[in-house]
């Protein structure tokens, strides 16, 4: 399902942030949505490029993970599994080639998981 505004108006998101911390999900909330309201790039490449922070930051793994799920509002957006792997691909050129296994083993974690 796509979003007009991927944080604002993806509930499951916001209550995902709160179990975080509950102070912490709502100014998540409310800094992060006001920067997904900008009108100028659409929420799918904003997803990606989210994605593509991660791997920079190597943020793909433990509680409050961001990487999975900047994935999954990437895939709500409209994102495919190739074009998150198309991403990592081109990523890894100029974040690294390490940076970007893990990443991908975390991919592969997130999409052959059955729901």
Same mark, same amino acid.
């Given at each position: 399902m796509k979003y007009k505004n991927a944080?604002?108006?993806d509930i499951e998101l916001q209550e995902g942030?709160? &179990?975080?911390?509950?102070?912490?999900g709502d100014f998540v909330t409310r800094v992060a949505g006001? !920067?997904?309201?900008?009108?100028l790039i659409d929420q799918k490449t904003k997803a990606l490029?989210?994605?593509?922070?991660?791997?920079?930051? &190597?943020?793909?793994v433990g509680p409050g993970n961001p990487f999975g799920?900047?994935?999954?509002? !990437?895939l709500k957006q409209g994102a495919t599994r190739e074009e998150i792997e198309e991403l990592l691909l081109f990523v890894?050129?100029?974040?690294?080639?390490?940076k970007v296994a893990g990443c991908f083993g975390v991919l592969n974690e997130i999409l052959d998981t059955p729901s």
């Open positions: 944080v604002l108006d942030l709160k &179990q975080i911390n509950p102070k912490f006001e !920067a997904w309201g900008l009108p490029i989210t994605i593509a922070i991660d791997v920079v930051n &190597q943020d793909q799920a900047h994935v999954n509002m !990437a890894c050129v100029y974040a690294g080639f390490n």
